[in-house]
Every structure is written in structure tokens, then in C-alpha cells.
């Protein structure tokens, strides 16, 4: 009887909701920031989770620079950045160019030691062997501390890369093998090797501040710290792209913990910022203080429980590059061996059985990449940092979690602010492994139901698309018998969207709804290929090599066509219009094609 009542009442509401207070409004666009990438992690008791993560990002993000930015001199801009290292107990000659960028990078060492062996320079394996006491310096070491103060045209100062990496990296006990002058800067955030190495070549130019023990820093390719994959061996073309000296940073919200996660990373990694909540936050509010933090131009919301493939953070921010005023680039994910896949980051507002949960995941189609999706996973997605602002961050009455990365991205599309799905990012998620220790499988399905209708009647501006989405809701719920029937009255009732979207709903959910697939093609100078298909499948290569882009869509779905042609048109045309010298859509502006 009473889920009769909840229901009769929820539909009356869902025709009233025209009644209801309208939903703050955000600004068009929101402020800019200099070019690079803020990581912005929120973590509850997620001290282990932590561990196991940094050293992935740290990688990524060396990786990044590594491959973008060339070992010359560094800006002047970045020189005062050496005040922050600490004086020296023991001086030390002067470093290599190579040698000077590494140090930058590291970390300073509590003792010296003696130069290792040949042997042990050349094979990494034998940095961790003990080693005696330093001998005392040469009269040409004792000399370069005050020769290091010193101002001199032969010592260039460090890229931004190598400074703003410095300002990452953790601390460590002792110090390890120096570079050589081909290594690419060290991880950002990575943890230092414990064992010392010899002096860099004194014909070095020498540093503005002095170092801190008689060794020099340690050189990542030959002594790579032991929780880091190894490097790839060849940048890949979308790295390749990347501007150099791309700056990036790394901001964990410690959420209420209580395992000591703020004290851990102030002694494991000092160079990670870190916003400290003495209570729980949901979600959405603690990424809300890490956006309020970043500096940067691209903002990456990743959850504590993601492991990152090499090359995710390159492949997310090439995408930006690709699509016009693109919100945001979202990973594939992947879990480990074993468990189900609950996850793809291919995400569909669609549904195969009425008593489905209206959003599915899709397994990608071998080939495909860049193919529109209606939103990106808030833990493990590459963000516009204007964009984002101007919708005002996740909505924070998303509580305690779950939906507000959908609200999000359809509030993006409202704006004609796409997102789309980067096969070449990837992410292994060991799912809930924050939410399943605080709420039981049936809480979280509750939250999960609750939020999907708030959603529904804080976002979908169409009236008729709004009820129809609105009926199919409750009618599974009340088949479920489900307990989150009894909010849905108040929720539709409570708010609605701010404005008229810019950008038909209709139109871009048939685009995201799981019926089109993008695979790039293999001659940027041919034009793209929107045709309908029986099924979505990597096109033949006969068909690659003569395109700049194919775009299939299943058979049968004409408003998907229509908006796949559409969106394809304007990309190609946009980037045509770059090609050739011309002002493509400004960043931020939106790039509906009803516009």
C-alpha cells in the first residue's frame, strides 16, 4: 500500500516539477589558468591506497615531461625555485647540465658516500649494495659551494618541468647513482633510491645553490625507484605533440582520515599538497577543495583505488587537442584479473531490459577512440579547468557519492561541451574500495537509485523528455520494490534546471547512447566517414587508409546519425580551420552544431 502511494505521488510531482525552485545558475565561463595538469585525489583512510598509487602517477608524469621537454637550458623564470632547497652539510663539485636538471628533481641526502665502482654505474642492480664512509673532498669540492652562489653565464637554469617535478618529489634517507647527460628528468612524486653515488664531472656549469651532501643527485634511468614499471622505451606520437615543459601537480583531500594519511605524505611524499578535512566530506565537496586548489589548465579527478597504465596522463590531454571545446577526456578502466567487469569508461544513458539501472557501461570496440560519451567516470577523467569551473564543479548535493560525474557531463553537453572516451588511457580500479568499508551493498544501491533521480530532476530541462525518463524511473523502482521510491515526490519538487540548454538533450543522448563508434583513420588530408553499420566493428583497413576519421553508427538509429554527422562536421571543420591559420571555436564558447 504505501509503495502504491510513493509512486502516485511521485508522478503527480514529476508533473508539478515545473513549480520548483530553479537551480542556482553557473557562469559561461569560468576563469583561465596557465598551461599544465592539477591531480586532484580525494582519499578517505586511503594511506595504502595511496602507496600504491603515487609511484604510477609519479611515473606518468615523468614520463610527460620527460619525452616533451628537451635537456637544454631551463627558463630564468624557474631559477628561484632553488631557494627552496635546503644548505648543504658537505659541499660538492659542480654537476653536469644533466646532472644539475636531475638534482633539481631529488630529494637531498642525509650522508655522503664514496664514488661507486664503474660496474656499479653501469648496472642499476648493484646501487642497493652497501657502501664505507665518503673520503674527504678535493680542494676543488671544498670551493664549489661558494662558487655555486654565484651568478656565471655557463650554468642555465632549470626547465619547468625539472623545477616544478623538484617541487613533487619526496625526501630521502640517503642518496643514489648519478645521471648521465642523456637521462630524462626523474619521476615527480616518486620515492628516492637509498644509496649514494659518485660526483658528477667537474668541467659541469655550476649551480645557483649549493647541494646538500658530496653526492650528486641519482639518475632515474640508472637507479629507478623499486615501486615504478619500467619506462617505455620510444615516446609515442601523442606525447610527441605535447608542448614542453608542461608544469603538473599533485593534491590529495585527506577526507576525515584517521590512519594518519596526512603525517604519512608530509614524511613519504612532502611534495604533494594536501587538504586536510578533520571531517568526512561527500564526494563531490572534497573534489570541489582540490579544485579549488589547482592551478592549472586540465584538472584530473582520479580516485585513490586507480593504478594508471603508462601513458595515461599523455593520451587524456592529447584529446584536447583533437575535439573542439572538449570538457573532458575519460579513461578506459579495467579491473584486476579475475573480477567482473563492472566498468569500461564507455558510459550510455540506454538500457537492454526495463529493469536495468538507466546507465550501462559498454565493453570499447577494438580500434575505436575519441568516441562520445555522455559523461567521464569522476575517478579517472582529464578535465578543462575553466570548463569545469564554470559549471561550478560536481555538485555537492550529490551526497554521499555516485551521479555527480553524470550530472556533470550532461550539464557540459546542455553547454555543447563534449566528452569523449580515450582507449589509450588506462586504469585498473579495485572497485569501492573506500565506499564498501563505511556502507553495506544495499546502502550504496540506495544511494545509487536516490541520486539517479535527483539527477533526473535537477538536469533534463525538456519537459517531455524529462517525464518520459522520469515515468521509466519509477516504474522500475516500484518493481524492484525498491526504498528509494519514497524520496522521489520531494526530490522532483525541490529543483530544476537553471537554464535552456543550448544544445538539443534529445540529440546528444542518441550520440552517447552506445549506437556510435569513432576509430580514427590514417590520412588527415581525406575527409570523414559517418555511415550506418549492422554492427559496430573495426573497419576494414582498405577503408582507414582513405579517411581522416570513420564513424559507424547501428542500423536503423537516425537521430544518432544525424548528431554523429553533425558533431563529425564540426570537429574536422574546426581542425581545417587550424590547419590553415584561421580562429577555431574559443575555448569555453560552446560548440553545439545548433548553434
Known amino acids: 500500500m504505501q509503495l502504491a502511494f510513493w509512486y502516485a505521488a511521485a508522478r503527480i510531482a514529476g508533473w508539478l516539477r515545473p513549480l520548483a525552485t530553479r537551480r542556482p545558475a553557473a557562469p559561461a565561463t569560468g576563469p583561465t589558468a596557465p598551461a599544465g595538469i592539477s591531480v586532484v585525489i580525494p582519499s578517505r583512510n586511503g594511506r595504502s591506497l595511496l602507496a600504491a598509487q603515487l609511484p604510477g602517477i609519479a611515473q606518468d608524469l615523468a614520463l610527460l615531461c620527460a619525452e616533451t621537454t628537451p635537456a637544454t637550458a631551463p627558463s630564468p623564470a624557474t631559477a628561484p625555485a632553488r631557494e627552496l632547497a635546503p644548505r648543504p652539510a658537505e659541499a660538492a ?75 613533487l618529489a619526496p625526501r630521502p634517507a640517503e642518496v643514489a647513482p648519478p645521471p648521465s647527460t642523456a637521462a630524462a628528468p626523474a619521476p615527480e612524486l616518486a620515492p628516492r633510491p637509498a644509496e649514494a653515488a659518485p660526483p658528477p664531472s667537474p668541467a659541469a656549469a655550476p649551480a645557483r645553490e649549493p647541494p646538500s651532501a658530496a653526492a650528486p643527485i641519482p639518475s632515474p634511468a640508472a637507479a629507478p625507484a623499486r615501486e615504478l ?52 566530506l561527500s564526494f563531490a ?86 568516441s562520445y560519451v555522455l559523461y567521464g567516470s569522476g575517478g579517472c577523467s582529464l578535465y578543462d579547468a575553466a570548463m569545469l569551473r564554470a559549471l561550478g564543479g560536481a555538485d555537492e548535493a550529490y551526497a554521499p557519492a555516485y551521479v555527480e560525474d553524470l550530472d556533470l557531463g550532461y550539464r557540459a553537453w546542455q553547454r555543447g561541451w563534449p566528452t569523449v572516451f580515450v582507449a589509450g588511457a588506462v586504469v585498473e580500479h579495485r572497485h569501492r574500495a573506500t565506499t564498501s568499508r563505511y556502507y553495506s551493498e544495499a546502502q550504496l544501491t540506495e544511494i545509487l537509485e536516490r541520486n539517479y533521480l535527483r539527477f533526473l530532476a535537477r538536469a533534463v530541462w525538456h519537459g517531455p523528455l524529462f517525464r518520459k525518463l522520469w515515468k521509466q524511473a519509477l516504474g522500475r523502482l516500484r518493481r524492484r520494490k525498491d526504498r528509494a521510491l519514497r524520496f522521489a515526490a520531494a526530490l522532483a519538487l525541490n529543483t530544476r534546471p537553471a537554464a535552456r540548454p543550448s544544445c538539443s538533450e534529445e540529440e546528444f543522448l542518441a550520440l552517447t547512447a552506445g549506437d556510435v563508434a569513432v576509430f580514427p583513420g590514417r590520412d588527415a588530408s581525406q575527409e570523414p566517414l559517418v555511415m550506418f553499420a549492422d554492427r559496430l566493428e573495426r573497419p576494414p583497413d582498405s577503408v582507414l587508409e582513405t579517411h581522416c576519421e570513420v564513424v559507424l553508427v547501428r542500423q536503423g538509429e537516425v537521430l544518432a546519425l544525424r548528431a554523429a554527422r553533425r558533431w563529425t562536421g564540426l570537429k574536422w571543420a574546426q581542425r581545417k580551420r587550424e590547419t590553415e591559420g584561421q580562429a577555431g571555436t574559443a575555448r569555453g564558447h560552446s560548440a553545439c552544431p545548433d548553434n
Not at 650522508?111 to 653501469?122: D, F, H, I, K, Y
Not at 620510444?234 to 582520515?257: C, F, M, Q, Y
Not at 603525517?263 to 611534495?271: F, G, M, T, V
Not at 538500457?351 to 550501462?360: L, M, N, S, V, Y
Open 229 to 280: 614499471p619500467p619506462l617505455t622505451a620510444e615516446p609515442s606520437p601523442a606525447r610527441a605533440r605535447h608542448p614542453a615543459s608542461l608544469p603538473t601537480e599533485v593534491i590529495v583531500i585527506d577526507n576525515g582520515s584517521t590512519d594518519g594519511t596526512a603525517a604519512w605524505l608530509a614524511a613519504e611524499w612532502p611534495r604533494v599538497k594536501v587538504e586536510v578535512s578533520a571531517e568526512p
Open 285 to 370: 565537496a572534497a573534489v570541489n577543495r582540490g579544485i579549488g586548489r589547482a592551478r592549472y589548465s586540465r584538472i584530473c579527478l582520479l580516485n585513490n583505488d586507480m593504478l594508471l597504465e603508462p601513458g595515461f596522463f599523455a593520451a587524456l590531454d592529447e584529446a584536447f587537442r583533437t575535439v573542439p571545446s572538449l570538457v573532458c577526456a575519460t579513461a578506459q578502466i579495467r579491473f584486476p584479473a579475475g573480477v567482473r567487469r563492472e566498468e569500461t569508461g564507455k558510459a550510455a544513458m540506454a538500457q537492454a531490459h526495463p529493469d536495468d539501472f538507466p546507465i550501462r557501461c559498454d565493453e570499447p570496440v577494438p580500434g575505436e577512440d575519441l
Open 93 to 167: 663539485p659542480p654537476p653536469s647540465p644533466a646532472a644539475a636538471l636531475t638534482r633539481e628533481l631529488a630529494p637531498r641526502p642525509a650522508e655522503a658516500a664514496p664514488p661507486p665502482s664503474p660496474a656499479t654505474a653501469l648496472a642499476p642492480e648493484l646501487a642497493s649494495l652497501p657502501t664505507e664512509a665518503a673520503p674527504p673532498p678535493s680542494p676543488a669540492t671544498a670551493l664549489a659551494p661558494e662558487l655555486a652562489s654565484l651568478p656565471t653565464e655557463a650554468a642555465p637554469p632549470p626547465s619547468p618541468a625539472a623545477a616544478l617535478t623538484r617541487e
